[in-house]
Structure formats: structure tokens, C-alpha cells
């Protein structure tokens, strides 16, 4: 009788429980932010995209260059191989590969840096992106902001995204 008296007991205070902490989930204020469409759609990205083309311009249109070196000397190879000699496949051969490793000497520290210079610009552009979403949280009294790909389905009246461009694209 005694067990059977606390066990209601329990579940009598469990369901109190319960119901409490679905009252304060109901007072919670939440926001969701679409991170990767903010920044698809900041003036900055298109920016910071054009710097790094220009930074890296004249290296890129080397790497091109011996690209396309290397795919005409193999073109050349295929086609006319059957009718060279010896001594001029040898030489094209030679060719080609000097220009193969002059591209692995340029293509991939070319690629490593403009990656590490995308990250560093990416980063900023996230800063920001982070200070605007904390401000907006703040002002507006949010308790919670969570990024819109973690839910299924989301009321367009919690999303803060917009506010977000708006004030990153104020930003320098």
C-alpha cells in the first residue's frame, strides 16, 4: 500500500514537473538565422570574392597557362605520335613533363594560399555575421537562436536572417 501510495506520489510531482518545464519552454523567445544564405547574400561575399580573384589573378592565369600547355602537348602526342620519330617523342615527352612539374610547383601552394586567404576573409565575414545575430538577439530579447537547418520546419516569423543582412551589409 505504501509503495503503491509513493509511486503516485512520484508521478503526481513528475508530471508537475513536466508541465513546468513546458511553461518556461513556452516563454522562451526563439530565433532561427540561415547562416549560408546570409552570407550568399551579403555585399561583402561578392567583395571579398573579388579581391581574391584580383590577388591571385596573375597566378591563376599561370597555372591556366600551363594547363593548357600541358593539354595541347598531350593533344599534340596523341595525334601525331604515330608519325614522330623516336628523338621528337622524347623531346615532347621531356617537355611535358617539366611542364608538369613546374604546374605542381606553382598549382599547389597557389592553391593552399588562396584557400588560406578565402578562410581568412571568411572568418571575418563570420565575425560579423556572429556580432550582428548577437546584437539582434539582444535587442529583441531572444533566448534562443538556433541556425535554420536544425529544424524541419520553421515559422518565417522567427527568422532573424534578414535583420541580419540588413546589418552586416551596413558594416565595413
Do not use: C, H
Amino acid at each position: 500500500m505504501f509503495k503503491q501510495s509513493l509511486a503516485k506520489t512520484a508521478l503526481v510531482l513528475m508530471a508537475g514537473l513536466l508541465m513546468a518545464g513546458t511553461a518556461a519552454a513556452k516563454e522562451m523567445k526563439i530565433g532561427v538565422v540561415d547562416v549560408q544564405a546570409i552570407v550568399a547574400q551579403l555585399p561583402q561575399t561578392t567583395s571579398i570574392q573579388n579581391t581574391l580573384k584580383a590577388e591571385f589573378e596573375g597566378r591563376i592565369a599561370e597555372v591556366q597557362k600551363l594547363e593548357k600547355d600541358i593539354a595541347f602537348n598531350q593533344e599534340k602526342l596523341k595525334r601525331d605520335g604515330a608519325t614522330m620519330n623516336d628523338q621528337q617523342k622524347k623531346t615532347l615527352q621531356g617537355e611535358m613533363e617539366k611542364q608538369m612539374r613546374s604546374y605542381e610547383q606553382l598549382a599547389r601552394p597557389l592553391d593552399e594560399d588562396y584557400r588560406k586567404r578565402q578562410g581568412e576573409e571568411r572568418n571575418k565575414l563570420m565575425g560579423l555575421v556572429k556580432t550582428a545575430i548577437d546584437s539582434i538577439a539582444k535587442k529583441d530579447n531572444y533566448d534562443l537562436i538556433l541556425n535554420a537547418q536544425a529544424g524541419v520546419f520553421v515559422k518565417p516569423e522567427y527568422d532573424i536572417s534578414n535583420a541580419v543582412v540588413a546589418q552586416v551589409s551596413k558594416a565595413k
